[in-house]
């Protein structure tokens, strides 16, 4: 025996058992090796399916009658089917062809199944999800509903499009992320659809602030914390046209903060993110970077609004619409036009899961939402049978049973990471928090979404028609904007609203053992916020308090944002009464901002002041260059990044009152519209600065030394003024990330024109903004000009990935092509046709 | 370099793509351990079939890059790993050649023994 062939021998096993162990299996984030570099059917063969074929063929097991998809060379699929049943079955193929990662990450972000993926790294925001409902809320609302309903049924044919796709696809149509974490996709179910749509409520309409406003009560006292964080918001600028040709402005005198001691911050709810936020403003799972995205910033939101043809140049109905929420790769929305004869013929944007267009427009109206931020969840104190393993809860002095169901958390390699039992009471979940046992009532898990809505919304063919089809949406509540053909505007606020007992303050934390605590119904249609073709000539809504509390007290929400983006919006609409659909996109990055008009004045002025009395070199060069600047966050500009700098520092001294003893974070922070209050106070104890406590500052002295500190902080980072380290795309960037963070497949540092409070706000991390942006003019032709921060492909080598990032920056409208029939498309601008027929599935 | 061996190393790398597109990346070692056994002129089968493994992978990411970025793949991918692209390339063909030639050695001892008179690597 050769002792040399023993070893080879030796080695040669040893290296065949390595080889073959990484090739079959994980290593920690490393995919098994074999299958994943496979280059017939790991990730190379992504390249392949990069671009789509020219011509291409598919098949739907129930499909009806032929479907023809026609890809312009945006990649829009346009689908023309002889049904709408089969033009829902076919959205679910296109979708799930460009997009299926996103779908099912969405939807198993929603159901709390991330761990399955990413083990237990992603078991806190899956018990999150979980705990809160969303889950149990949706399987009971599919449970409970008619099988035959709107909802389901179109959850049902989108889901056998989805399917279809699946059935026939081959290995280089599996998409990258898939072969990286070394998964596979489920098939899908109607189930998934409202998961998304419940996804979607938890973004906008999941708000803990009656939680949270006790914390701050313990801090500043009651009374301070209502004007602090009040109902209705000192700068009025409503949606529903207050008949006023100016805001209005309701300073009050803020009391000042309870004498008491301010708490160490383990008792208090930090700022620092929960889970919930952290779970809403990150992309599903940041992987390897998860400092790459911040929280949601204050100041983002969303915009629309609509011009009567009375103030249009062209004498059509013009509107507009810009959504703003995460920025990712590949983006929220995927742009789609369906058509089916004598029935529908819609152009706009779903989300990847949804079986309808959210946004768009058709032959005869086009529609837009922002979110409107009403107070849709109420928290109760619950009292208990026992601490541990409750059964029954206390109702009107008798026992209930609570409802219970066991939440089992898989990892990857289906082993259970965790088991929890939740508990609800009539009203919803129960949450064990650190204020006691509390169940949480909120109308996101009351129903199953409201595609049905959308459905009637996407063939209504005059605004009344719109509004009637929207009766039916439940949530989240959203402002809806609508103009027709005829030359109509309306907007609503539309979703279901609570009616309180008492005097119907949802600001509070209520007495569960009392069924009088419970909401009494829901508002009625007749009193939803709103307007149609009003005097003024236009319409506008940028997530502000819907009505001025002169015209309607009743309780819709509290800490409403302030309403920068609606006083600017409003500012320009009606300084301009011959508005054309170029300008129209122009505001949707209009660099002016109604903070920096506001505040910038009270900076100068107390500067002024302050060198009265003697000079300041610092001070004066920090006033000279703040008084050049134009107020406007165009990228080259070297002065913004002075005044929101100054801004920073003056929020941190006024609301030091807000920071518990022994933390460095706010427990919450008032709206800058209470800050503009406070300017009218120069010796309000507020300015009063805790840190300087053998000193009492007035406004003067904290203006002052915030934008000199400012100043000085911006010299010594980046030189003398106006240097490039100034320039304001050199400080404030957008980064739009990739739905699991990684870098590498992310669009980042893209300089930016907005700011905080811009009408293209950009704060915070950069990883919020404008989703969508949309123009439309309903003329005898309708005329539409849109663009996402993304590309319709999901490939991430796809040209059609990140292929409208850069216009996105430019603030660059396309004009859409909204053809009428498949012929009318230019050959030019067709990239792919697809022929879906019925039967088994074939391709190319 | 004879005929025979340019001609075993010609058709050695398709046949490597070949079962690789059919039975996935177990198709390496399957067909080089088979090699390693079979293989009676060849003195160093294990050899030739790591070779050609590399070969029969490069083809077809060669033939992948005529329908689709392939480069651009390896980029993004790499910078996901975080190493050079280069790095990651290689790794896509030095896999498969350890894949094989382990699976050579195997095979020809499988089929000569450890003391038979077998060829050299």
């Known amino acids: 025996m050769s002792s040399y062939r023993v070893i080879r021998l030796t080695f040669a096993l040893i290296m065949l058992g390595a080889t073959s162990y990484v090739g079959a299996r994980r290593m920690g984030q490393l995919p098994p090796l074999g299958s994943f570099l496979d280059p017939a059917h790991g990730i190379w063969a992504v390249a392949r399916a990069a671009e789509m074929p020219s011509e291409s063929q598919g098949e739907i097991d129930v499909l009806g009658e032929s479907v023809r998809v026609v890809y312009d060379r945006r990649g829009v699929p346009h689908i023309w089917a002889a049904t709408t049943d089969d033009a829902v079955r076919a959205l679910g193929y296109v979708v799930a062809r460009d997009r299926l990662f996103q779908m099912e990450l969405q939807a198993r972000a929603a159901a709390g199944r991330l761990t399955e993926w990413f083990g237990e790294r992603a078991l806190e925001v899956d018990r999150q999800q979980r705990s809160i409902g969303l889950p149990w809320s949706a399987e009971s609302n599919l449970a409970q509903a008619d099988t035959n309903s709107e909802a389901v049924r179109l959850g049902r044919l989108y889901a056998e499009g989805v399917n279809s796709w699946l059935d026939g696809m081959r290995s280089s149509d599996l998409p990258f992320e898939y072969k990286l974490l070394d998964v596979e996709p ?50 009025q600028e409503p949606i529903q046209p207050a008949r006023r040709s100016e ?24 700022r620092a993110p929960t889970p919930s936020n952290t779970l809403r403003s990150l992309p599903p799972l940041p992987l390897l970077q998860p400092s790459a995205s911040g929280r949601l910033g204050s100041e983002v939101g969303s915009n629309n609004w609509a011009v009567s043809p009375s103030r249009s140049a062209s004498g059509n109905a013009l509107l507009s619409g810009d959504p703003h929420l995460n920025l990712t790769l590949p983006s929220i929305w995927y742009e789609v036009h369906i058509k089916v004869p004598d029935e529908v013929d819609v152009y706009g944007v779903t989300i990847p899961g949804i079986p309808g267009v959210v946004i768009g427009f058709n032959r005869d109206i086009a529609w837009s939402f922002t979110n409107t931020g009403a107070d849709v969840l109420d928290y109760y104190r619950e009292t208990l ?64 979404g409201s595609v049905g809505a959308l459905t009637g919304a996407a063939s209504a063919t005059s605004v009344a028609e719109f509004q009637e089809a929207m009766e039916t949406y439940y949530a989240p509540a959203q402002t809806m904007i609508v103009a027709d053909r005829a030359g109509n505007i309306a907007i609503r606020s539309t979703g279901r609203f609570p009616i309180r007992p008492d005097n119907g303050d949802g600001t509070v934390i209520r007495d569960g053992t009392s069924s009088a605590s419970d909401w009494l119904g829901y508002w009625p249609l007749d009193e939803y916020p709103g307007a149609i ?25 509290v800490n409403w944002p302030t309403p920068w983006r609606a006083l600017r919006i409003n500012e320009l609409l009606r300084n301009n009464s011959s508005v054309t659909q170029e300008e129209m996109a ?49 990228k080259g500009n070297r002065h913004a990044v002075l005044f929101e700098s100054a801004m920073h520092v003056l929020t941190d001294r006024v609301w030091d009152e807000l920071v518990p003893r022994g933390s460095g974070q706010r427990v919450a922070t008032p709206g800058q519209s209470i800050l503009a209050t406070l300017l009218r106070d120069p010796d309000s104890p507020w300015w009063d600065h805790a840190a300087t406590a053998e000193v009492v500052e007035t406004r003067d002295e904290i203006l002052v030394t915030s934008l000199v500190d400012a100043f000085e902080q911006l010299t010594e980072d980046h030189g003398v003024p106006d240097g490039d380290g100034w320039k304001w795309e050199n400080n404030r960037h957008n980064n739009v990330m990739h739905l699991l963070g990684f870098p ?101 | 370099m004879n005929r025979w061996k340019l001609l075993q190393l010609i058709l050695m790398g398709p046949a490597f793509a070949a079962a690789t597109f059919l039975v996935g990346w177990l198709g390496v070692p399957l067909l080089a351990c088979f090699w390693g056994w079979y293989d009676r002129i060849e003195n160093r089968p294990a050899l030739v079939g790591s070779v050609s493994a590399g070969i029969g992978w490069l083809i077809m990411l060669l033939w992948t890059s005529v329908n689709g970025p392939v480069l651009l793949l390896a980029q993004r991918t790499a910078a996901i790993w975080q190493v050079p692209t280069i790095a990651f390339l290689a790794l896509t063909i030095l896999f498969p050649m350890g894949l094989a030639w382990s699976a050579g050695i195997v095979g020809m001892t499988l089929r000569h023994g450890l003391s038979a008179r077998a060829g050299s690597n």
Request: glycine share 8%.
């Open chain 1, 186 to 235: 489920e098939l899908w179910n109607e189930l998934n659809g409202i998961l998304t749509f419940k996804r979607m409520g938890y973004t906008l309409a999941y708000d803990t602030h009656d939680r949270r406003r006790t914390q701050i009560e313990r801090l500043i006292g009651r009374e301070a914390t209502d004007a602090l964080f009040p109902i209705n918001s000192p700068i």
């Open chain 1, 247 to 270: 805001p209005r402005f309701d300073y009050q005198t803020l009391p000042p903060p309870a004498e008491r001691e301010r708490e160490s911050p383990n008792e208090v709810v930090a």
């Open chain 1, 385 to 448: 049978d026992r601490d541990a393993a409750p059964t029954r809860y206390m109702l009107d002095g008798e026992w209930r049973e609570l409802d219970q169901r066991i939440e089992i958390f898989e990892g990857i390699d289906g082993d259970t990471l965790a088991v929890d039992t939740l508990y609800a009471t009539h009203r919803g979940p129960l949450l064990f928090s650190d204020q006691g046992v509390l169940s949480m009532r909120w109308t996101v898990l009351e129903e199953m």
């Open chain 1, 533 to 557: 073709n009003p005097s003024q000539g236009y319409l506008a809504s940028a997530n502000q308090q819907p009505v001025d509390p002169l015209a309607s007290d009743r309780y819709l929400g």
């Open chain 1, 586 to 634: 122009g505001y949707q990055t209009d660099p002016g901002n109604a903070k920096a008009d506001l505040f910038v004045p009270a900076f100068l002025e107390a500067a002024e002041r302050a060198l009265a009395f003697g000079p300041d070199e610092l001070l004066a060069e920090a006033a000279h260059v703040l008084s050049e600047w134009d107020r406007r966050y165009t």
């Open chain 1, 744 to 844: 590498a497949l992310s669009a980042l540092d893209l300089p930016v024109q907005g700011g905080p409070g811009n009408l293209n706000p950009s704060s915070g991390q950069g990883t919020h903004g404008a989703s969508w942006r949309m123009v439309v003019e309903l003329g005898d032709r309708v005329y539409a000009r849109v663009t996402y921060p993304g590309g319709q492909s999901g490939n991430l080598v796809s040209s059609l990935y990140d292929n409208r990032i850069r216009q996105w920056v430019d603030g660059v409208l396309e004009e859409v092509f909204f053809p009428t029939n498949p012929e009318d498309l230019d050959p030019e601008d067709m990239l792919s046709a697809l022929v879906l027929e019925r039967g088994g599935y074939r391709d190319e």
